[in-house]
Each structure stands twice: as C-alpha cells, then as structure tokens.
C-alpha cells in the first residue's frame, strides 16, 4: 500500500518548532511528508532539522528545482496538506491566493483536504481582520482549527496557543480516513461528553477500576470542538491525555463525583454524550487507613451499587437535549454484542447507542474502535475499524442530523 502523501507547511511562529515533533509523528505512522515551510520559518527551525525527519529535501522558493515545477506538482500529490503553524499572515495569503512561494503556490493547486492549524497571540486570533480570513477559508473547504489557550511567548497567555502536536497528527490522519470529517454543523451548540474510567476508593492506596484510556471520550470532544461546538470534557481516569484544544475539561474521579459534574454541565446543553466507563460498584466502606497485608485471609469486600448516570440524564433531560449512551458488551452463550446492545438501549431510553466489543484486542487501551450506532427510531448503523476520531465523527454527523 502506497504511504499517504501529506504536504506539510510551515509558517514563521515561534511555533514553528513544534512542527517538527508534528513531522515526527507523521512519518513514524508511515506517512510520507514533504516539507515546505516560508522563508521566516527557517528562522526558527533550520532546513537541515526538517530534511533530517523527513527524508526529503526542503525548499522555500518556486524557482528550486525548477525542471520539476515543484510549486505545482507537490500540490497536485499530495492526499493531505498540513499548514502548522499558520500564523494570521499565512492565513491573510492564503485568502487572497497569493503564490509568490513554494507554499502558497502549493496551497493553490492543492485539491485534497487542507488543514490550517493557527498560532498566533491573543489579540490577532481575535482581531476581525483574522476571524473574517478564518471564516472565508472554512466557506471555501478547507479546515481551520480552533487553537488551544494557554501561555503564548513571553508573559502571555490566552487563546491561539498550538495545539497539542499529537491532537494534529490525529485530526489529520481523520482527514486522510475521511475527507468530509470536520464540518462545521455543531456551530453554536453546546455538548457535553463524559470520559475515561472511574476510580472506587478501597483505601488511602487502592481503588477498584477499569482499564478504559479515555481515548474515544477526548477524540468525541476533539471533533465536536473542530466542528464548531462548545464542548464541556468530563474526564474521569485517563491515560495521561492532553487537554484537547478550545474544550473546557472538568476532571473527577469517582462515579459519584462524574454524576455531580454530569448533572451540572447538562443544564442547556444541546447534546450530551456519555462515553465513560463508570464502575457499577463501589466499595461500600473507606478505609482510613491502608489495609495491610499480614499474612491472614482478607475481610470479605462488600459491594454498594452506583448510580446509573446515563439513565438518571435520560429521565432529567431538558426538551430537545439528545443523549448518547455508550456501551462496552463481550457476549457470553445466550446473546451477542449487539444483541445485548439493543436490549441496553431500551433499558436506558437513550436517542442513540454506541455498542462496541471489549475484550483483549477490544476497544479498551486502543487508538481504534469499531461498532454499532443503534437508535431508538430502531435504526442501526455498523461502524468498521477505523481510528477512534474517525467513529466520533460518525457519532457526530448522527447527533447533528437529530439538531437539525
């Protein structure tokens, strides 16, 4: 199989030497990456850097290699273009087509999906200079991310920090798997979306729990991000994951205290997704103090049940609130996974469900998932291997089909 070819672009931000962590993940998951940063980038990483990672040679200008006619040929090759950073004047030529480099050349010709990725300060994210060349290249087709906020150069901080290069490298490999992945039909909703597993205090040490990293949870709240919703993370235990960019996260850590977050962040949501791995039980009592290892037999350990949160958001939910259920099934002798996810989905009174299969190789501690969309107008919808951004986005064009 051919590696995907990605065009990756790189302006002149102090940003700019994240993008070679960027161009590391890219190659290392077998993609093949040309580089092609402006002249001001290389003020900040050198060429030597990008060539060293990718293998191939690095140009700025469209007269380089001339015979080949570069600034039009690597854009017609390419399945995927990554502009990261793309700082506002990047964006400003890119709107008006401006090709007096390799980049911009590159950018015009392109006709597979094009990933900007901003980073800039505060006040030039938000300036209406910007919002408005953001705007035309999102009405054109291309994708803008939302960038992430945090600390900027110097004493700064505020939105239009870099996004995580590792949350990059997933929406693009989305992209590749799906080039239609990231509209942005969730503009102006508000969604809520639960994460991660729960952690059952026995004592000050140990605690009952689950093997769920939370990965399809944060890639759920990356999408509905990119494609222009509001999104509140409630994050149990998870597998040390970044914040995602542009979600405000709210972390927790036992069943008892999501139900406490869950209900709150509800309140006039749009949509809310409940894709944790809440734990069914809880140890009845605490310990005060750690329960030692002496030789003897253990005191039996007595089981309190947890609130169902899923069912207890069905039964509260404001009108027109969709709720997302997710269920994590093995099957056993009497009935299959989806069996079993049909009979939870009418137990819970949820719009959708998310069925998929646990186990080893299942969906638990993957970067992949697979599996049912099931819904309470009886339809079902078979979702195939493929990365767990790539499900959410199924998930999502299914929420967004029931707001409109």
Not at 28 to 42: D, F, I, N, Q
Not at 266 to 278: C, I, P, Y
């Amino acid at each position: 199989m051919t590696a995907p070819k990605v065009l990756l672009g790189v302006a002149g931000g102090i940003a700019a030497y994240k993008s070679a962590e960027l161009l590391r993940r890219l190659t290392e998951t077998g993609h093949s990456v040309r580089v092609v940063p402006t002249g001001s980038a290389l003020n900040f990483v050198g060429a030597a850097t990008f060539e060293a990672l990718s293998g191939q040679p690095v140009h700025t200008g469209v007269f380089s290699d001339v015979p080949s006619v570069q600034h039009v040929r690597l854009g017609q090759e390419a399945d995927l273009v990554v502009v990261a950073p793309a700082t506002a004047d990047l964006l400003a030529r890119a709107v008006q087509g401006r090709a007096d480099d390799l980049l911009g050349g590159s950018l015009l010709v392109a006709r597979c999906p094009v990933l900007f990725v901003p980073a800039m300060h505060t006040e030039m994210w938000e300036h209406p200079a910007t919002r408005a060349n953001v705007a035309t290249l999102r009405e054109r087709g291309s994708v803008v991310m939302e960038p992430a906020s945090g600390r900027l150069t110097g004493k700064d901080t505020g939105p239009g920090r870099l996004p995580d290069p590792a949350e990059i490298a997933e929406l693009a490999r989305l992209l590749l798997e799906r080039a239609d992945a990231l509209p942005r039909d969730l503009a102006g909703r508000r969604v809520v979306v639960s994460a991660g597993g729960t952690r059952e205090p026995l004592d000050p040490v140990r605690y009952l729990g689950n093997r769920s990293s939370g990965r399809q949870g944060y890639a759920l709240a990356k999408v509905a991000a990119q494609r222009g919703a509001h999104v509140t993370l409630v994050a149990g235990h998870t597998a040390e994951l970044a914040d995602p960019a542009a979600v405000e996260v709210v972390k927790v850590g036992s069943a008892l205290e999501m139900r406490d977050a869950m209900h709150a962040a509800v309140k006039g949501a749009d949509a809310v997704v409940m894709s944790a791995a809440v734990a069914d039980f809880r140890p009845a009592a605490l310990a005060a103090h750690k329960i030692k290892k002496d030789g003897s037999e253990p005191e039996p350990l007595h089981l309190a049940l947890n609130p169902d949160i899923l069912a207890e958001l069905v039964a509260a939910r404001e009108p027109g609130q969709v709720v997302v259920g997710f269920a994590a099934e093995t099957g056993d002798d009497t009935a299959d996974v989806l069996e079993y996810g049909r009979r939870k989905l009418a137990k819970k009174g949820c719009d959708l469900l998310l069925v998929n299969w646990v186990g080893e190789g299942g969906a638990f501690e993957n970067t992949e998932n697979q599996g049912w969309l099931l819904g309470a107008d009886g339809g079902e919808t078979q979702i195939p291997n493929g990365s767990k951004a790539l499900l959410a986005s199924r998930l999502w064009d299914a929420v967004a089909a029931r707001l409109a």
